[in-house]
């Protein structure tokens, strides 16, 4: 599952050379080649990849530039990106593909920085080119990348089966759910000294080094992303390189619908072996630093959000998976939230936009103990505009419909909220916003042909049985829009394939 962080923990990705994607890691360094690191009679730390998370969100910040624009123009311009995904690293299929696009939705600028301390949590973050960027790290020296993040790319397209492939696509393993865009700069720099996002850019804008920062790469221009319009419906020219994507599995048999729930938790991205750490970057558990816990180890959860990793906290105020759920009719559900509300207010405060939806429910809700609105919408309104979670943004756009006070009755913006889901790759924002915009539901302004394209992709994309019933009935009523049999009966043809037991199926 998906979380991006705040202003501290932000993570750089870009993306990665065809050709070294073609070699292993071990291979990355021919026998009898010296890298800096052995140069210096040190020897490069074996990485040990057993396996990879079958949802992952790697760091990837040296991809050649020609593969940078390859999968830009994916991003940009139509078709699912599919990549292979392995212990012997991370390479874009250019010539495969899947029916489907990517929404863009923007934020406030987002900065953040990521240290590499440890040749080994080098080759564990960067799935390619590790060994040779490793050879950065010794002695005092480490691996700084910043990131300057102003908005999500994200697919309705969920759970896809491999016969959804198109084109050339032998060793295809995952497809790109996400990319975060933006700009960012890698550079070396000395173990124990803090750097801010803005000093590493400028190293990076560099063609020379000095004695204690050398250059390794960077892509996009940060005055670019500070003067940017959060409302725009598409990134600036400067500000649009993908700086960290969210991976999950094609499947092998048949398509199999949308991630796995929040309520799970946050799992392990990382390789096994690893886990991850500050910014997302992958570490060992005994390399000192605060990392992700198995939500299932509810010590180590507490004991890792004390050392101030925010998905712990997240992990922690959800408990293990044996851990009853209390009905929020219960008498101990109060204290219940109580309990667990100190621990989703730090994983907040770190950026885990799935704590900040939880609090915003938890305030909305009377029977938590703790009803307050004007925190509940503050709360959503973090999740959806800062932390991209569109769940909170259907939350917050239900809160703005019903207008009860203190909080204002405003459809607009509540049918904005919807289509920002729908840009993050939820159907049921898709659906939402499609019937509210054919129907003027609750005061939402009409716009059926829109709102009809929003069920469309919902339906195609999204997989969303609903969605193709909702339009097929439309069609075939015609309240709404034209008559148009042809497209109703297409349309519920879909929604019988996905499993509907709507009547017109047996006809």
């Known amino acids: ?28 360094v021919r026998p009898g080649e010296k890298t800096g690191a052995q140069a210096l009679g040190e020897t490069a730390p074996a990485f040990d990849c057993s396996a990879v998370a079958p949802a992952a ?26 990549v292979h995904y392995g212990c012997d690293g991370l390479s874009l299929l250019k010539h495969c593909s899947i029916e489907g696009d990517y929404r863009y939705a923007g934020s406030q600028l987002l900065l953040g920085v990521v240290e590499l301390e440890t040749a080994d949590a080098v080759q564990a973050s960067l799935p390619v080119q590790g060994a040779k960027f490793s050879a950065e790290v010794s002695g005092d020296s480490k691996i700084d990348i910043a990131t300057a993040i102003i908005g999500r790319l994200g697919t309705l397209v969920a759970g896809p089966a491999r016969t959804e492939l198109k084109g050339e696509c032998d060793g295809a393993t995952h497809y790109v759910r996400s990319a975060y865009v933006g700009a960012f700069s890698m550079a070396t720099g000395t173990k124990g000294k803090a750097e801010v996002a803005a000093e590493i850019f400028k190293a990076g804008a560099s063609a020379g080094s000095s004695s204690s920062r050398t250059a390794l790469t960077r892509d996009g221009d940060l ?4 003067s940017h319009d959060p409302d725009s419906d598409k990134p600036p020219g400067k500000c649009r390189s993908a700086v960290r994507v969210e991976l999950y599995p094609i499947n092998e048999g048949a398509a199999e619908g949308p991630p796995p729930k929040a ?7 990382c390789a096994e072996g690893f886990v991850p750490a500050a910014g997302g970057k992958c570490a060992r558990k005994d390399s000192g630093v605060a990392y992700r816990c198995n939500r299932n180890d509810a010590e180590d959860c507490k004991a890792q959000c004390e050392n101030g990793n925010a998905d712990s906290c997240y992990n922690a105020g ?7 759920p209390v009905a929020p009719n219960a008498p101990e559900y109060a204290a219940r939230q109580q309990e667990d509300r100190p621990y989703y207010e730090k994983a907040c405060e770190g950026g885990v936009g799935l704590a900040c939806n939880t609090l915003g429910l938890m305030h909305a809700s009377k029977s938590a103990g703790m009803h307050d609105p004007g925190k509940a919408k503050a709360y959503l309104e973090k999740a959806c505009n800062e932390l991209f979670l569109a769940a909170a943004c259907l939350h917050l756009a239900n809160e703005l419909l019903e207008g009860k006070p203190p909080v204002r009755k405003d459809p607009k ?5 919807v289509s920002r889901a729908c840009d993050l790759g939820s159907s049921n924002g898709c659906v939402r916003q499609g019937e509210w915009q054919i129907t003027g539901h609750k005061g939402v302004p009409k716009n059926p042909g829109e709102g009809s394209k929003a069920l469309e992709a919902a339906c195609n994309q999204g997989k969303d049985r609903y969605a193709c019933e909702t ?3 439309i069609y075939r009523t015609g ?28 006809k």
């Not at 309520?263 to 991205?269: F, K």
């Open 413 to 417: 913006r509540a049918l904005e909220l």
């Open 263 to 269: 309520e799970e938790g946050l799992t392990n991205t």
């Open 57 to 82: 969100e790697p760091l990837v910040v040296d991809w050649a530039d020609h593969d940078r624009v390859d999968l830009g123009i994916t991003l940009q311009q139509g078709g699912v990106a599919v």
């Open 223 to 226: 005055a670019a992303c500070e």
């Open 318 to 324: 959800l408990g293990p998976l044996s851990r009853v």
């Open 1 to 28: 599952m998906t979380t991006l962080r705040s202003l501290p923990t932000l993570v750089s990705l870009a993306l990665l050379s065809l050709t070294a994607c073609q070699k292993t890691v071990g291979e990355s």
């Open 479 to 506: 309240k709404g829009l034209p008559v148009d049999k042809d497209a109703a009966t297409r349309l519920i043809n879909r929604a019988c394939v996905m499993g509907s037991a709507n009547p017109l199926c047996k």
């Open 471 to 473: 339009l097929s009935e």
